[in-house]
Nanobody, 115 residues
Framework: QEQLVESGGGMVQAGGSLRLSCAAS????????MGWYRQAPGKQRELVAS???????HYVDSVKGRFTITRDNVQNTEYLQMNSLKHEDTAVYYC?????????WGQGTQVTVSS
């Protein structure tokens, strides 16, 4: 069974940094687009960042210049480096990978930024 395993969430003070990781089985990782969503309490899930198979990245305006999405095609892992965190970044973060017409999701990891 294909799966994505997330790690790296936690609690940090405003201005701090966290790096989220999302490890995937090789069969769904290679050459596929992937990214990160987040969902804050009482809000809809929001696409935060995405990266194509060629490495082209896109970000929601609110995180541009602070977050960086990368992929390691050897380790089958995608990352979300989050710097200069703000209280409004508090949410559960979900990674995803699109493969063969299906979208696979991670289990979610909580990020809490204290102001």
């Amino acid at each position: 069974q294909e799966q994505l395993v997330e790690s790296g969430g936690g609690m940090v003070q405003a201005g701090g940094s966290l790096r989220l990781s999302c490890a995937a089985s090789g069969s769904i990782f290679s050459d596929n687009p992937m990214g990160w969503y987040r969902q804050a309490p009482g809000k809809q899930r929001e696409l935060v960042a995405s990266i194509s198979s060629g490495g082209s990245a896109h970000y929601v305006d609110s995180v541009k210049g602070r977050f960086t999405i990368t992929r390691d095609n050897v380790q089958n892992t995608e990352y979300l480096q989050m710097n200069s965190l703000k209280h409004e970044d508090t949410a559960v973060y979900y990674c995803y990978i699109d493969s063969s017409g299906l979208r696979y999701w991670g289990q979610g990891t909580q990020v809490t930024v204290s102001s």
